[in-house]
């Protein structure tokens, strides 16, 4: 793993998705102040300059079939949780599909982009913002937090993002068989936010309307499977012994969680 700093960039992805040609597989592209971030549905990513981490890794998987890609977006996802876990001892989640939760707030966010040839994937630019050691956020932005706030001091950044980085590379170079396929999903779903058989509301984004419902599962596409139960009582309701409904399937960008 080669790590490059650059001490101000518009776009990490983009840099990567620019110039992969010239770089190694497992190379990161990391800037201590990103001016035109991206983030999920086209947003901006907000960074104080120096206080974070943006970065982004290209990977060159061998033989890895596209129709596994979400896999992908499960190691990387889980990578990190892992290492925030571990490492700093703060309960980190994966809200589906690949940002990361302390409680009912965003601490990172991830953006990936396939190159794809026949079935195959050609490489992988994974792209993440993590909020460290920022202690005040000024955008719009409905509900970020930063290890920092959640910690009450600054983490040293270089060692969290070798550890991330590193465990990134370590999780995607696992996925050679079915079992190692499985048992990453696996880790995906015991670390999923609000996979706790209780209900939670939901904004279906394609109908347009709010329904309660239960997580059911994550299918190996990517799509989530909600169970509906708009008749039962949030409170009492469990979906390990109830789990009669209606089971909505989404895509990404097609629902949103309702965070009161």
């Known amino acids: 793993m080669q790590i ?3 001490d101000q960039i518009g776009s ?4 990567v998705a620019q110039n992969h040609a010239e770089l190694q597989s497992d190379t990161v592209i990391v800037t201590d102040n990103q001016t035109a971030g991206r983030g999920q549905r086209g947003n901006s990513w907000e960074a104080e300059p120096g206080k974070n981490l943006t970065f982004t890794i290209l990977v060159r998987p061998t033989d890895f079939r596209a129709i596994r890609q979400f896999s992908l ?12 876990n571990e490492e700093l001892g703060v309960e980190a989640k994966i809200k589906w599909p690949n ?9 990172a966010g991830i953006l990936i982009e396939h190159a794809v040839m026949g079935s195959n994937i050609m490489h992988t630019i994974i792209g993440v913002g993590l909020n460290v050691n920022q202690s005040e956020f000024l955008s719009d932005a409905p509900n970020p937090v930063s290890l920092r706030q959640i910690l009450g001091h600054e983490i040293d950044r270089n060692d969290l993002l070798e550890k991330v980085c590193h465990r990134i590379c370590e999780n995607i170079a696992s996925l050679t068989s079915d079992d190692s396929f499985e048992a990453m999903h696996k880790s995906y779903m015991h670390y999923l936010w609000r996979n706790d058989h209780r209900l939670h509301p939901f904004r279906d984004l394609i109908v347009g309307d709010t329904f309660y419902g239960s997580i059911l599962e994550i299918e190996p596409t990517g799509h989530l499977n909600i169970l509906e139960e708009n008749d039962e009582d949030p409170e009492t309701f469990d979906a390990s012994t109830q789990p009669d409904g209606f089971v909505r399937r989404f895509a990404f960008k097609e629902v949103e969680w309702i965070i009161k």
């Open 4 to 6: 490059i700093h650059l």
């Open 99 to 107: 940002d990361i939760y302390h409680n009912d707030s965003k601490l």
């Open 73 to 84: 977006s499960e190691a990387t996802a889980v990578a990190i949780v892992d290492v925030i």
């Open 12 to 15: 990490t992805n983009t840099y």
